[in-house]
């Protein structure tokens, strides 16, 4: 299965902070094996589109996308407009938007569905929060949000084209990763709903980490049997960083 570290630069970065990160990423990233993924604000889409042009491990990704599919919906980014803007993959279901944006079970499912309509490739978060993860209820929330957003709405095959990102949200921005372990059998447990889902193909599908991962302790989550890489919130913000967690595996 291919590596991946993928960026989610959320709402940070002036345009020409993010054309300098950019430049940096490029030049830094040729020769590392694994797949990057760039999830730059929206209206940097276009100048990072530019800028990865032809890099061979280098893709462009979105950070959201509309549940709509066309028409009177101010303010919203339709999955039709990304594939035409040159991006592969969106992220949908952050805990940050569930949480300020009151993003539903059902809602998610619709942008997934309207992500795989257009050919683009989601990026799935979930995750249990610090009370939920206190309560230790982890297997359940993860369990709930799979069964809720996707088992009950797609079939096999558009589940098997997801790429599922575990990041608890106690972890996530707060300098507090969850260790090694605790991350894979929560890595585990999903690798297990995917198989009772979809069968062997379960299998193939990339489970990425999120929460605090950097240089440091990257290597440490990519060694688990079920942990395929990253998706990276602040240090993906720093070339260096971001660059050096893709050589983690
Ligand atoms: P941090 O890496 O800043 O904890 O953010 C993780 C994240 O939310 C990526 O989507």
Redesign the pocket.
């Known amino acids: 299965m291919q590596n991946i570290v993928a960026g989610?630069w959320?709402m940070n970065l002036t345009s020409d902070a993010a054309e300098s990160l950019l430049k940096d990423i490029v030049a830094k990233a040729t020769g590392v094996s694994c797949q990057f993924i760039i999830c730059p604000p929206f209206p940097y889409l276009s100048i990072a589109k530019d800028l990865i042009d032809g890099h061979p491990n280098i893709a462009l990704g979105a950070q959201n996308c509309s549940n709509k599919t066309s028409g009177a919906f101010t303010g919203e980014v339709s999955c039709e407009m990304l594939k035409s803007s040159g991006v592969e993959y969106v992220?949908i279901g952050?805990?940050?938007r569930r949480a300020y944006y009151n993003e539903t079970h059902e809602l998610i499912g619709e942008k997934l569905m309207r992500a795989l309509e257009n050919e683009l490739i989601p990026i799935f978060?979930c995750g249990e929060n610090l009370s939920e993860r206190k309560a230790g209820s982890h297997f359940d929330v993860v369990s709930s949000q799979v069964k809720e957003s996707i088992f009950d709405f797609l079939s096999k095959d558009q589940i098997s084209k997801i790429i599922f990102?575990y990041?608890p949200v106690w972890?996530?921005?707060?300098g507090e990763t969850a260790s090694p372990d605790q991350a894979e059998e929560v890595h585990q447990h999903l690798r297990q709903c995917l198989i009772e889902n979809i069968g062997d193909d379960g299998n193939q599908i990339p489970i990425l980490y999120?929460?605090?991962?950097?240089p440091g302790n990257a290597k440490d989550l990519f060694q688990q049997k079920n942990i395929d890489g990253g998706?990276?919130?602040?240090?993906?913000l720093k070339a260096d960083d971001f660059v050096q967690i893709g050589r983690s595996f």
């Open positions: 989610n959320k992220i952050h805990s940050e978060c990102a990041e972890a996530i921005g707060t999120g929460g605090s991962c950097k998706l990276i919130g602040g240090a993906s």
